[in-house]
Each structure stands twice: as C-alpha cells, then as structure tokens.
C-alpha cells in the first residue's frame, strides 16, 4: 500500500492565483481530513469527509474548498491565493472515527508558499 | 472545546537514556482518544502512539509507552533507550467528539509540539 499520497510536494502561487492540492489513499479509509501547518505550530483542520459525497467545514475553512467524488481521493481547492494561506497542507485519513480505527495516517504534505 | 498542552518547547537527552514529554489535556467529552505523532525535519507526520479514555492499561509500542493519568488529565510519552534517530519534533493530539447537528466527527486538537535534540 502507498498510504496517503499528496501532490505537488511543493509550488509557489501568486497572490489570486488558484490551485487544487491532490490527496489519494488506497487504504479505503472512509474519513479523510485537510489540516494546515504553520511554522512552529501544531496542526489545523481545515475540512474533513465522512465518505464519498460528504464533506464538512473544520476549524479554518474560508479561503478553501473540498470535494469527495470517490472514497480514495480528497483534493483541496485555493481559488485566491492569500499570503495568509502559506503554509504546509497535510492530508490524513482513518477508517472510522471512534475507538479501534480512527488512527489517522498522514501524507507527507504539501509546502505552499504564496508571494 | 478542546485544548492540549505541551509545555516543554524543547528537550534534550543523552543517548540510551530515556525522556518523558508531557502532555495535559482539557475536554469534556466522556470518550476521546490519545495520540502522540513524530515529525522529523523531514516533515513527515508519523503516529507513534494511541490510548483510549477507556482503555485501562498504558498504551506501549516497543519503546513508546504512554503515561495516561487520567484523572489528571494527562498523557506523557515515554520513550526509553533514546536513539539519535529520534530527534524531532513530538506532536501530542486529542480525539473528541463533536456533536453539530447530530454529526460527529474525529476532530484532532494538536498541541504546539516538542523539539526533542538527542545527544551523542
């Protein structure tokens, strides 16, 4: 298994451009997340799915869009570039939500930087 | 609302000898999850470890163990028989439930991390 996939590993926007961050799994995990890094801080989440067709806002949503067309892929949308939005994307998955399979994995991020 | 605290910007260990990284938790949930993650200057995210709030044992991968507290509020990584390659930065992350208009989610709340240097 590959795990969680993430592409591009780094691109560099200008301000109002737009761009979508790929993520795939072939772990036929139904929950995948987005989170954000910024420098020296913890994680973020921005969106998460429950399952193909189902997506819900996390703690930093604006700025941002997600779709969830099949259980392996979860791309994110940034259709204005904002310096704000520098930072490292990461993508996660788990197999459920409670207690026995909600380890997420994650890929091995995204490094965006907005000038 | 869920809060993790990781009160140790960094650490410093010799090798072979063991290191605990503190890590306290603030929820109101009755059932959450523990979890600590590795992230090396390579970026990686890399789970370590995890202990359910009703899991009556220590959580132990090999030489990870988690020091849950739970009427403190704590969950510490222990790791013994430090390795240079376990320099990095250790993540502590709690699983609550969210409840908004009768959907849950596994949310993860991250701490502000630990650098832990291993010396030679």
């Known amino acids: 298994n590959a795990g969680v996939t993430q592409t591009p590993k780094f691109r560099i926007l200008k301000i109002g451009q737009s761009m979508t961050l790929q993520c795939a799994q072939d772990?036929?995990?139904?929950?995948m997340y987005w989170y954000r890094q910024d420098p020296g801080m913890g994680l973020k989440l921005i969106y998460y799915s429950v399952g193909a067709g189902i997506t819900d806002k996390g703690e930093v949503p604006n700025g941002y869009n997600v779709s969830r067309s099949t259980t392996e892929d979860f791309p994110l949308r940034l259709e204005l570039a904002a310096p704000s939005q520098t930072s490292v994307y990461f993508c996660a998955s788990s197999y459920s939500r409670t207690s026995g399979g909600e380890t997420q994995y994650f890929g091995p991020g995204t490094r965006l930087l907005v000038l | 609302a869920q809060k993790i605290t990781q009160t140790q910007p960094g650490m410093f260990v010799q090798e072979k000898e063991a290191v605990t990284l503190d890590c306290t938790y603030d929820?109101?949930?009755?059932?959450?999850?523990l979890f600590w993650y590795k992230q090396p200057s390579s970026g990686e995210m890399i789970f370590l470890i995890y202990q359910g709030s009703y899991d009556e044992q220590n959580a132990t991968e090999g030489r990870y163990s988690l020091n849950f507290q739970k009427a403190r509020k704590s969950a510490n990584l222990v790791i013994s028989a430090s390795q240079l390659g376990d320099s990095a930065m250790y993540f502590c992350?709690?699983?609550?439930?969210?409840?908004?208009?009768?959907?849950?989610?596994?949310?993860?709340?991250f701490g502000q991390g630990t650098i832990l240097t291993v010396h030679p």
């Open positions: 992350a709690m699983r609550g439930t969210l409840n908004a208009g009768g959907t849950s989610y596994g949310k993860l709340t």
């Open positions: 929820t109101s949930d009755q059932s959450y999850g």
């Open positions: 772990m036929n995990h139904n929950y």
